[in-house]
């Protein structure tokens, strides 16, 4: 008999209690028996409650924003135009089953220019299986299985939420045209969290296959549009050493990722059809938070090697450079500014691009970015958020080809104004 028929069936036998005490005049205080009563099934019931709340959490965001440019298209047909290229919905969901038992998904909708479609896509963001081998008061080790986020720098593994990122564009170091090559990996991850008095350290380890199949990332590496195949995943890994020091105030990591790639292609005469790809990443970043003052910084560099690629590219195995520093300042608690310069070439040997241009006939600007942002922030409520940035661009990195498939007409120095507004629950 489960424990609400056991009350059903005491409250019923208090009420026949009742009626016989009254048939015999003696005086009973009903008051106090039922409302005894009433109090313990409250108890239980709030005792659901907390164990469901505690168990099971729902949590979700969306934020849209507005584009204009002066030169390149970002997120969509923005140049000499406004564009609503970027939309971000999420909804995820954790679950803790046993103590060292739990599960957790997001389902993300992302519409970014040509990238995914004007109609945008539903993808899984995550969604994996936590097991939590070892959790001792200094620390803990356990291990995940399925899409897992890939820790690189400081923002990858939140970059689509945009409370956890100063700016509405992420630094250059992060990849936005090759995005999906460094967001997930679908195998599994070993993480260990170990704390000290001086600081707390991290450490997480991926490995398992990565979504390369993105037609940005193959016109990211072959400069043409038309090429027909598809990029295919092998075994790559990612890997992070996080240190954090008085609860956040400082923050150091060491990031490293080695990805590998080939093409399949749809028929023999195809010119990429033997195309391999292998990317070595290597990343360190620094960040104090302060009560009205910030400071971040990110170098990066990465290793590339194509082999028998046949057209677009002038060096086979360039070596790419990223970095940027960037100050924000609090004026009060929900408003601040932010002020970024950002740099990123696609060839330490060729910083000019001169020689890629003499090679391959396309525009010197496609190697290089240099980009001065300026924006600001304000958080309305703890749930709504706005935020305004201007970008003083020169070149072109980085831009999406995709939005930008007339190569000539692709210009060096341009400006980016960008408006966002977000909410979350």
């Known amino acids: 008999m489960n424990r609400f028929n056991t009350l059903m069936l005491r409250n019923i036998l208090y009420f026949v209690c009742l ?13 106090s028996v039922i409302g005894a009563s009433t109090q313990e099934d409250n108890k239980l019931w709030e005792g659901a409650k907390k164990a469901w709340r505690d168990d099971i959490q729902f949590h979700g ?12 298209n970002v997120y969509g047909k923005s140049k000499n135009s406004v564009s609503a290229g970027l939309t971000e919905i999420g909804l995820n969901i954790s679950y803790r089953a046993l103590k060292n038992l739990s599960f957790a998904a997001q389902g993300l909708y992302r519409r970014a220019g040509a990238t995914t479609g004007d109609a945008g896509e539903v993808t899984l963001d995550f969604g994996f299986v936590d097991l939590n081998l070892l959790n001792l008061q200094e620390g803990r080790i356990g291990v995940r299985g399925g899409r897992i986020k890939n820790p690189w720098g400081l923002y990858n593994e939140t970059r689509d939420v945009a409370f ?7 630094p250059l170091t992060y990849f936005e045209r090759s995005r999906t090559l460094m ?12 704390n000290t008095s001086l600081g707390n350290l991290s450490f997480k380890f991926n490995y398992g296959w990565v979504n390369a199949d993105d037609k940005n990332i193959l016109t990211a590496i072959t400069y043409d549009p038309t090429a027909s195949g598809h990029l295919k995943s092998k075994p790559s890994f990612a890997t992070q050493l996080n240190y954090e020091m ?9 990031s490293y990722a080695d990805l590998s790639m080939s093409y399949q292609a749809k028929n023999s005469g195809d010119p990429y059809a033997q195309m391999k790809a292998n990317i ?13 003052f910030s400071f971040v910084g990110e170098y990066s560099l990465r290793w590339s090697e194509f082999t028998d690629i046949r057209l677009g590219v002038a ?8 970095w940027y520093v960037q100050a924000g300042y609090r004026f009060v608690d929900d408003f601040q500014a932010t002020l970024r310069y950002d740099s990123a070439v696609q060839n ?18 496609l190697t290089f970015t240099h980009d001065i942002t300026f924006g600001l922030r304000w958080d309305i409520t703890p749930v709504w958020m706005i935020r305004a940035e201007y970008h003083r661009v020169h070149g072109a990195t980085t831009i999406n080809l995709l939005d930008n498939p007339d190569f000539s007409k692709i210009v060096k120095n341009w400006n980016i104004y960008a408006l966002q507004v977000a909410f979350r629950f």
């Open 19 to 31: 009626l016989s005490c009254s048939v015999c005049a003696q005086e009973i205080d009903t008051e």
């Open 61 to 72: 965001f969306l934020s849209q924003g507005l584009f204009s440019t002066s030169g390149n």
């Open 164 to 170: 956890t990122h100063p700016t509405i564009i992420l």
């Open 183 to 194: 967001l997930a990996t679908n195998g599994g991850q070993l993480y260990a969290d170990y």
């Open 246 to 254: 008085m609860g956040g105030t400082y923050i150091f990591a060491l």
């Open 280 to 292: 070595e990443a290597f990343m360190v970043s620094g960040q104090y938070n302060g009560e009205t």
């Open 315 to 322: 060096d086979t195995s360039p070596v790419s450079e990223y």
């Open 348 to 365: 330490i040997n060729d910083k000019s691009g001169q020689v890629f241009h003499e090679k391959t006939g396309l525009p010197a600007q």
